[in-house]
């Protein structure tokens, strides 16, 4: 009977090995569909950015509420921030810009991008300097003033245009390859 107990040990523990790796494989997936989850259920790829947006200024709604001696509260949320961003900025670098370059948009992407830039730039600017200096906040304020152009022009300018630019067809395309790409970085 000991024998029998020997020789199954190493079997359960197989199994049990190869159902850990089955969950560890499937969880990254369907965390990554879990973040994209939001901007693919929108449908629309402009709504959907517009909902990205919103998103982000609610986490610097947060950001904001912090005082200097909560230096650990303040990392947390700009992490987020990078993150939300990251994702938000590779989708449309990627496949709105490209697009609006595609339809003779030229400049106005130029633009665009210039300003994702400048973002960057605050960004790390902000994870670079003391999370209790008193220039933090006044720099996360300057950062969310420029997001806040930069979404408004996007909004109410730019993607329109391109929107009118493109067919029905085309819009699902550039809405499903906005997704492809986001997905990569979910």
């Known amino acids: 009977m000991a024998d029998l107990d020997r020789d199954a040990n190493p079997l359960m523990m197989l ?35 517009a909902a990205e947006h919103k ?9 904001e509420k912090t005082s200097s001696d909560d230096t650990a509260r303040r990392s947390f949320h700009l992490m987020q921030i990078k993150h ?20 003779g948009l030229l400049e106005q992407a130029q633009h665009l991008n210039e ?3 400048v973002v960057k730039q605050l960004l790390f600017d902000l994870t670079m300097m003391p999370k209790d200096d008193a220039r933090w906040l006044e720099t996360a304020r300057t950062l969310r003033g420029n997001l806040e ?21 085309e ?16």
Request: hydrophobic residues 50%.
């Open 84 to 103: 939300i961003i990251g994702k938000h900025a590779f989708q449309e670098e990627n496949v709105v810009y490209a697009t609006m370059r595609q339809r």
């Open 115 to 117: 300003d994702h830039g």
């Open 55 to 63: 998103a982000t200024l609610a986490v610097f709604d947060l950001l």
């Open 171 to 186: 819009n699902a395309e550039l809405a499903k390859a906005m997704n492809k790409e986001g997905l990569k970085l979910a």
């Open 15 to 49: 199994l049990a090995g190869g159902a850990g790796l089955m969950l560890g494989l499937l969880a990254n997936p369907a965390r990554k569909l879990a973040v994209q989850a939001p901007t693919m259920l929108k449908g629309e790829w402009d709504e959907a950015l």
């Open 149 to 169: 152009t930069h979404m408004a022009e996007e909004e109410n300018d730019h993607f329109p245009k391109l929107r009118a630019a493109l067919s029905a067809q």
